[in-house]
């Protein structure tokens, strides 16, 4: 069965270095989004993207935050300073039109 | 915008028993979901409900949407240690739009 996959599992950074969390959504769908879950706290959304456009984001995605599909199968968002406040388990997803499909998530710890 | 209420935060049962968690929306929900969630890890997708007065279960787990399609239930029979988890219940916004989750239900069973 078709999945979404992300890549790394875990990402350790030291605080202010850019970071790519990579995700290859499922192969036609169209519909991609990012969502952040710090430790014990709520899963929130951050952005979502088709036709190759932001086309909703959240306060949290700020200009430290990018989203980019560079190529026909990856989708990807870049931290650009890292800040500890943005660890978290970072989950892709992609949507067909009824249902939308999350990858394993990245954790991402900031030291 | 659209808020999740989940009842109650947390569950502690002896294994056998029956449960249930409640998941309330301030709007009708076009879709919603159900996760569960070790601690830290991703999201196990359970099912997703879109029609008022659906249900729809899996192994031990029923889930169920109101006609009104404002409220889910989900019940585990004869509960096991290996449903422990959080319970997490997502509304999808429809049209492509991003999930909302609620709070999480956070669910012990002892032996």
């Known amino acids: 069965e078709p999945e979404v996959t992300q890549t790394p599992s875990h990402q350790v950074t030291q605080m202010g270095q850019e970071v790519i969390l990579r995700c290859v959504p499922i192969?036609?769908?169209?519909?991609f989004y990012w969502y952040r879950q710090i430790l014990g706290q709520k899963v929130e959304f951050l952005v979502s993207?088709?036709?190759?456009?932001?086309?909703?984001k959240s306060e949290i995605f700020d200009d430290q935050f990018s989203v980019e599909r560079p190529d026909g199968s990856n989708f990807t968002l870049k931290i650009r300073s890292t800040k500890l406040e943005d660890s978290a388990m970072y989950f892709c997803?992609?949507?067909?039109?009824?249902?939308?499909?999350f990858g394993p998530g990245t954790r991402l710890t900031v030291l | 915008s659209q808020e999740l209420e989940q009842s109650p935060q947390s569950l502690i049962v002896q294994e056998g028993k029956n449960l249930t968690i409640n998941c309330t929306s301030s709007?009708?929900?076009?879709?919603l979901y159900w996760y569960k969630q070790k601690y830290g890890e991703g999201l196990i997708f359970l099912m997703m409900?879109?029609?008022?007065?659906e249900e729809k279960s899996h192994e031990k787990i029923t889930a169920k949407l109101d006609e009104k399609k404002q409220q889910s239930s989900l019940h585990i029979t004869a509960s096991q240690p290996s449903h422990a988890g959080i319970y997490l219940c997502?509304?999808?916004?429809?049209?492509?739009?991003?999930?909302?989750f609620g709070t999480g239900t956070k669910l012990q069973v002892i032996p």
């Open positions: 709007k009708t929900l076009y879709g």
């Open positions: 409900l879109q029609k008022g007065g």
């Open positions: 192969s036609n769908h169209l519909y």
């Open positions: 993207f088709y036709n190759n456009e932001i086309s909703e």
């Open positions: 997803a992609s949507r067909e039109a009824a249902t939308q499909y």
């Open positions: 997502g509304a999808d916004g429809g049209g492509y739009q991003k999930v909302t």
